[in-house]
């Protein structure tokens, strides 16, 4: 069966998005690419800030409160009805909560045919690639680098340490 | 019943993405913003300007082709499954389609209550405000005003042209 | 004399930048646009968080430091230079230190044809609009928009409260 | 004598800006980054399309009009004045004019203690990386990598195939 949904997992500034663009030139169908970006800039401007949705705090500390994780079941609910509508996905996520972010994917997107790839940095790396992007709260590139791997299973694991996007785009695409 | 889903549906520069911010501010729960725009950022590069996805040509043309509609068809049915699922959503839409494009988002959001809001603005004022934007194709404001109207039903008319963003939002507000 | 300089002063979400990129499109010569956002952005990341570069609080305060200000005294001898060696500038300014910064730009600008320009929006507007464009730290357009112009001299004012960017620009190109 | 303009120039996606960005971090002093990309952002939309100003062309084609090479001469005084006024500045530029380019520069600059610095990139990886960035004109990457150290003489080479930003940035630091 073929794969609608490339889910790569990975911590911010591990190169998540540079990979995606490249599947998306790479792949013969169409791709979307939706992520926690996405859904971040969908928040009222209050979310972004406050408790109860997602703080991002000195030293990259990301804080998520109730009514965020209700909003991001929900927003998971909706990419896998785009998928089973036909719509083929690369999802660029931060499992914040490990296994159980991949647990609550995995219910989402139950019946869908997904490679899950982890996606990842050396830590000393990321977090120099995070000061050259100039846009990302100092710190989240290493405090996230090993944490939203631990415990999750993935098909395939690409490490941008050495090779470049559109390498680890290559590996992937060889598995779609 | 209360409202699930808030349809803002007018023509480029009517004002629809500042209404729809402040009505996040302003509801007392969390609603997400998604629309056409989201869409368009999560496509590949190559469907932004080829034949098969979404072009925007000179004078404000804006064609779309069968690789874009299936993948819009798709869309839509993802943010009516976020609906089902809790999530609240301001829907910041252009129905190029006129009453086909209500059609299928009527059909998509079968069963969620919804509040279709008409956001109108004087073609020339929107002329004016795509200029100082200055970051979109110039011609869509003036194309699109009457064309993403006709034939299309609304629960609420809203004109941006003398009234400010914030107090279209409370007259929206007033009916949720 | 021609005039060289546009200088537009107001408030956060007084309507400056639409004026702008309105002159850009309707003055006959090509004109630059220059301001604050330019300089901030130019800054390093450090600068836009400590104490001696430029940090934006809770309530829309705005502080400057030391490095930051030193910083802004070149900028505006940079742009006076550009002005010098022929290229009209539309520059964007929010004047915090009311006269004091007036009188800074006009030093630096000496010799130079400039037409100064306040651009004023009732406060209660002026909110309304920040809340509708939703990047920018809520409270800056009310503590600005009487701070900015106290004791400043203008060629011209420009109300944004009722008329548009557009008509705005008119106004300021009839004077160039 | 200490530094007071580090001019890096480079093709398209040959990782400039990251440098920039990592020498602002790392560089005791406050430093500015302006370049390229802040005057085309300068421009009326309308130079920014037109034969007068600078045009995007398929296959990476850049092309500069009269305007554009006026206003980039009085660009280039205007950032030679801040640095006499006590700013420090990274230029992110492109020369596309090779030597000419750089003749300019030098006699913008004249008096003033500048670091040349060429950024290099394969062109096969800088082609790859401008996929993965996925906002840039396909084709500069390739077009620009040769063609923008023709003739130009520098005080230290640095390569982004293989090093990051970081580390580049270390090696600029060193001679500042």
């Not at 296994?99 to 989402?108: G, N, V, Y």
């Not at 990842?120 to 992007?133: Q, S």
Request: net charge neutral; charged share 25%; hydrophobic share 45%.
């Amino acid at each position: 069966m073929t794969t609608q949904v490339i889910m790569l997992n990975g911590a911010s500034s591990s190169g998540k998005s540079g990979i995606a663009r490249c599947l998306q030139a790479m792949l013969p169908d169409p791709w979307l690419t939706l992520g926690t970006d996405t859904l971040v800039a969908a928040l009222p401007a209050s979310l972004r800030r406050g408790d109860s949705g997602i703080s991002f705090g000195p030293e990259g500390r990301v804080d998520t409160g109730p009514a965020f994780r209700a909003l991001d079941v929900a927003w998971s609910q909706g990419i896998a009805s785009m998928a089973r509508a036909g719509a083929r996905i690369v999802v660029d996520e931060v499992f914040l909560g490990g296994p159980a972010s991949q647990a609550r994917w995995r219910e989402a997107l139950r019946g869908l045919e997904v490679l899950w790839v982890g996606v990842r940095c050396e830590p000393a790396v990321a977090e120099g690639r995070e000061l050259a992007r100039g846009d990302r709260v100092p710190g989240m590139a290493r405090r996230q680098a090993e944490l939203v791997h631990q415990g999750v299973r993935y098909d395939l694991w690409v490490d941008t340490t050495r090779a470049e996007a559109l390498e680890c785009a290559r590996m992937i695409a060889d598995r779609v």
